[in-house]
């Protein structure tokens, strides 16, 4: 079984730990720097990325979560934690871990849809997926590597870079755990090669 941690510094972490282990993983809270090692992937929850970002920094989580990205193994942003990912985030001059090769935005689709849920076509994932948005930031542009998973009101809210998956949703508020089984997959795929 692949073992694939949920960093718990901030936001939605407990529902995560609960998906993962209906998806057939071992999930592990992370607060601490040195318990990275033992993991095959990391989900970075949804919150609130400048909070979420303050506390990495505290804790020096920084340099070891990119070094973890950097070894292949597979990191999971979802909402805030898509924020976190991001290689250029519109409107700042520099990005959080920026390892993921998409431009986001944050809080992008307007006041009166603060939250809302949508049902979704995600490529490889499900056809007919009930995502909830809160608060969400979308994924502007992506790069020539990075594959375009599914779109909402013609704005792109998940995608696939490499190891980095990413979406604007919160997969973990829905009892349809199909987008972390596939997350689940590629931690297995992925531990396969470094083996
Ligand atoms: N709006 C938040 C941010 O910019 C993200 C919201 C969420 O994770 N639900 O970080």
């Known amino acids: 079984m692949v073992k694939i941690g949920v960093l718990g510094l901030q936001g939605a972490v407990r529902e995560h730990v609960c998906s993962i282990e209906a998806s057939g993983a071992e999930a592990v809270v992370v607060k601490k720097v040195e ?34 990205g950097r070894q292949g193994k597979p990191m999971f942003g979802t909402c805030a934690g898509l924020i976190m990912l991001a290689k250029e985030i519109v409107g700042y001059d520099e990005p959080h871990i920026g390892l993921m090769d998409i431009t986001v935005e944050r809080n992008s689709f307007g006041r009166q849809k603060e939250s809302f849920e949508a049902d979704l076509d995600i490529k490889d994932v499900s056809d007919s997926y009930t995502a909830v948005f809160i608060r969400a930031p979308h994924i502007v542009s992506v790069g020539a590597e990075t594959e375009i998973l599914a779109e909402c009101d013609g704005r792109i809210v998940a995608a696939k870079d490499r190891n980095f998956l990413g979406c604007s949703f919160h997969p973990e508020l829905t009892d349809d755990h199909s987008i972390t089984r596939y997350f689940v997959d590629m931690v297995e795929q992925a531990k396969k090669v470094q083996v």
């Open 35 to 68: 318990q990275l090692e033992a993991l095959d992937g990391l989900i970075l929850p949804g919150g609130e990325s400048t909070t979420m970002r303050r506390l990495v920094d505290l804790y020096g989580f920084m340099e070891p979560l990119r070094e973890f």
